[in-house]
């Protein structure tokens, strides 16, 4: 794999323009969140551009009384088990490096 771009997007307009201009001009994009399982399987054989998702980690919607969340895809696990905490609830897996993956 060569060298990527790193883009960091904060929106979802963002990640949409980032995969259209990827797209158009026939870059591959490699999406990557905590990078906690970097190494994992094969590795991909091209990534031009490495979209990071750390930005995007915020909690889209909550309602405790349906037990429903909705977060978006760069918030840590140790993050939503917080928030989640706080109405006695909690996400049914684990990850060893809870405060990236």
Not at 57 to 67: G, H, R
């Amino acid at each position: 794999m060569t060298a990527a771009d790193r883009a960091l997007p904060a929106t979802a307009t963002e990640v949409s323009d980032l995969v259209a201009r990827c797209n158009a001009t026939d870059r591959k994009l490699l999406i990557v969140g905590g990078d906690t399982l970097h190494g994992m399987g094969f590795p991909p054989e091209r990534a031009d551009v490495r979209l990071v998702t750390a930005a995007l980690s915020a909690v889209a919607e909550y309602e405790p009384a349906d037990l429903t969340i909705a977060v978006q895809g760069g918030l840590p696990l140790q993050t939503l088990n917080n928030v989640l905490a706080r109405q006695r609830q909690f996400v049914p897996f684990d990850s060893t490096l809870e405060q990236k993956s």
